[in-house]
T-cell receptor, first 115, second 113 residues
Framework: NAGVMQNPRHLVRRRGQEARLRCSPM?????VYWYRQLPEEGLKFMVYLQKENIIDESGMPKERFSAEFPKEGPSILRIQQVVRGDSAAYFCASSPGGYYNSPLHFGNGTRLTVT | GESVGLHLPTLSVQEGDNSIINCAYSNSASDYFIWYKQESGKGPQFIIDIRSNMDKRQGQRVTVLLNKTVKHLSLQIAATQPGDSAVYFCAENIEDSSYKLIFGSGTRLLVRP
């Protein structure tokens, strides 16, 4: 009964490279949420996706960041031309349907370090 | 392992004592609140939640209190154990953006043996 799975657990990229973070939701879940945690801070909402649809990306930086959740396969958070300020832990959560007043359950995150 | 929040407020308690972690929330329209526990190198783990029509809810060894008048939330942990050492976050959301959790800045709980 696996929970939300994220990989890689740790990712190191040089400035200017691309980072791809993967999230496999819990079995049967079709809604995915990405959050970012900067050092010494709580998590901040980035984007909410359903299969093949972006529902709300209001928390995503306008440039260099994109997310997708294809019909098959994991959800991908993509960061192009990474900068040092992108260094953070990125967490994914999933739910079976529209989320309302029920707790999100998170994966163990991907820790991105930009050198 | 990685440390989360090196400069977070810290609460140090003796093993076996009760712990109280406090959180002030900002939005009077928030109607659902959650406490999460985050251990080093891991994602936030759900502990307990409470809706705005309640002022108290109890779980196993944990109690959440909600004071809407002063927009204050607290987490009480009874008989604190070494395994309770972690960073604790409160989170809130409002009805019209129910999937956007707004996290507080966190409190580090250290349990002394």
């Amino acid at each position: 009964n696996a929970g939300v799975m994220q990989n890689p657990r740790h990712l190191v990229r040089r400035r200017g490279q691309e980072a791809r973070l993967r999230c496999s939701p819990m079995k049967g879940h079709s809604h995915v949420y990405w959050y970012r945690q900067l050092p010494e801070e709580g998590l901040k909402f980035m984007v909410y996706l359903q299969k093949e649809n972006i529902i709300d990306e209001s928390g995503m930086p306008k440039e260099r960041f994109s997310a997708e959740f294809p019909k098959e396969g994991p959800s991908i958070l993509r960061i192009q031309q990474v900068v040092r300020g992108d260094s953070a832990a990125y967490f994914c959560a999933s739910s079976p349907g529209g989320y309302y007043n029920s707790p999100l359950h998170f994966g163990n995150g991907t820790r991105l370090t930009v050198t | 392992g990685e440390s989360v929040g090196l400069h977070l407020p810290t609460l140090s308690v003796q093993e076996g004592d009760n712990s109280i972690i406090n959180c002030a929330y900002s939005n009077s329209a928030s109607d659902y609140f959650i406490w999460y526990k985050q251990e080093s190198g891991k994602g936030p783990q759900f502990i307990i939640d409470i809706r705005s029509n309640m002022d108290k809810r109890q779980g196993q060894r944990v109690t959440v209190l909600l004071n809407k008048t002063v927009k204050h939330l607290s987490l009480q942990i009874a008989a604190t154990q070494p395994g309770d050492s972690a960073v604790y976050f409160c989170a809130e959301n409002i009805e019209d953006s129910s999937y956007k959790l707004i996290f507080g800045s966190g409190t580090r709980l250290l349990v002394r043996p």
